[in-house]
Every structure is written in C-alpha cells, then in structure tokens.
C-alpha cells in the first residue's frame, strides 16, 4: 500500500496556515473537556462544571510545557547544548508524551494543593479523559507522515514519503487505535463505577505504559537515537517501564488500602 500524502495543512488563509497536527491537538483538549463535563455531572461525583474548565486550563499548559521539554531532553539533548533557543521554537515540531504526562503531573499537583484537594483526587479525575487525545495525536503523526513503523510485509504495510521505498508497519494508526481507542474504553468504563482512590491513575500508567512498550516493537526506533539498551530497546520503551512499575504500585496499594 501507499501513504495517502494528505497534506499535512488543512487550511490556508493568507499568510497563515492551519496544520492537522495542531488541530488534533485542539480537538482533543476540546474532548477533554466534553468527557470532563459529562464525569463532573454524575450524581456526587464531587466536581462541578466551571472546575473542569480550570483543569483544562493548567492541563494544556503541562502538555504544552511539558511536551517541548520532554522532546529536547529525552531525544535531542545535544542539540539543546548547542542551540538553547530550540527549546523555545516550538513551530518547528517537536513533543514527547512521556515530558507531556511530568508536564501535567506538575500542573495537576499545582491545582489540587491550591483548591484543597489530594493529588490523586485530581488525577483519578482526569485520566479516563486523556486518551482520545493521545488517539487523535497518533492520527496527526499519520497525516504528516512521520513516527513511522519499522520495515514490513504485512497486507496494509505502507510506503511512507520519506521512509525510503520499502513498505513499513502504519505504526501511528496502531497506536492510535491501542493508546488511544482501546485505552479510552477501559478507562471510561473503569472509572464509570466508584474505584478506590489512586486505582484509576494506576490503570491509565500501566495501561499507557504496556500498550506503548509493546507497539514500540513495530515503530521504528529515532533515527539519532536508535535502540536505547539491550541492543533493542527504544527511548519510547525506556520511559514506559517506570509508567508499567508505577501503575502496579498504585493499583496494589489502592486495593490493599481498601480492604484494610
């Protein structure tokens, strides 16, 4: 198969141009806030409309910050040396989820010391609201042609525009459908039944963290920075086995505290 070649800008006015990338990033946070909405109108849920609102808010501003950090620390700190101002050229490209989640812990953290709430209060909250974001992410890596997966002979292996002329694994789309679709359902449907506290954040990083670990195996590894550890271990896979470890952790402890 070939790459569609969509073209990665989905409106032009004048000078101007829209890119799809940038509006998965818009339709995703307006998600967010949808699914926010409706989690903060179930009976006692203990939220209320105008406090998801503020969520959003330091919400965008850790996946933003976050995100642009994450990418020049994680995967091109050399660069960072030699050229500080990388940091701040945002329209150039760039993001990392794993900066993007320490991004949004931060801010999250901000958010439930300043409104008397715990931590995790907060984060349980939030996290069945983040995968259809990440899903929609996927789907701009897809449309601008990049993220690609490694070289393979399957039916719908695709011939992506600068990867070369041999087929590759549409690695993006199966993120999108396992990160994103997947991981979405069974937070929803988790979290949709009263959960001991910390058992929802537990769920989405040992969900997030497998899922990423394992199609990272048909994704092909940065090309500055190849395979990490263990001559086949990737960067992505690296920072997703503390998420697997934590996620545990959370998960055991949130039921043991429960039966005590």
Same mark, same amino acid.
């Given at each position: ?14 000078? !101007?141009?829209?890119?799809? *990338? ?62 500080? !101002? ?6 150039? $490209? ?15 953290? *901000? ?26 992410? @996927? ?10 997966? @490694? ?41 949709? %039944? ?8 537990? #769920?989405?990083?040992?969900? *997030?963290?497998? #899922? %990423?670990?394992? +199609? ?19 960067? $992505? ?10 996620? +545990? ?6 039921? %043991?505290?429960?039966?005590?």
């Amino acid at each position: 198969m070939h790459y569609p070649n969509i073209d990665p800008v989905a409106l032009s006015l004048g000078p !101007l141009s829209i890119h799809w *990338y940038g509006l998965m990033y818009l339709v995703g946070f307006a998600f967010a806030w949808w699914l926010g909405r409706r989690r903060a109108a179930r009976p006692a849920s203990g939220w209320r409309g105008e406090q998801v609102d503020d969520l959003l808010f330091w919400g965008v501003l850790g996946v933003l910050i976050g995100g642009r950090l994450g990418y020049v620390l994680f995967y091109n700190l050399p660069d960072l040396a030699s050229d500080p !101002l990388m940091l701040l050229r945002v329209w150039e $490209g760039g993001m990392a989820f794993h900066g993007g989640l320490l991004g949004v812990l931060a801010t999250m953290g *901000y958010y439930a010391a300043r409104n008397g709430r715990t931590f995790f209060e907060v984060t349980d909250f939030i996290a069945p609201l983040v995968p259809i974001g990440l899903g929609l992410g @996927r789907i701009g890596n897809f449309i601008n042609g990049e993220l690609w997966g @490694r070289v393979s002979d399957v039916p719908w292996a695709m011939v992506f525009p600068d990867a070369g002329e041999l087929p590759r694994h549409p690695s993006q789309l199966y993120q999108a459908a396992l990160e994103g679709l997947l991981l979405f359902i069974v937070l929803w449907w988790f979290s949709s %039944r009263p959960r001991p506290r910390m058992a929802v954040s537990g #769920l989405f990083l040992l969900g *997030y963290g497998a #899922l %990423r670990f394992v +199609t990272e195996f048909v994704r092909e590894p940065d090309a500055h920075l190849g395979f990490v550890a263990l001559d086949w271990m990737t960067m $992505g896979q690296l920072l997703s086995l503390p998420m697997v470890v934590a996620g +545990t952790l959370l998960l055991v402890l949130a039921y %043991r505290r429960a039966t005590i």
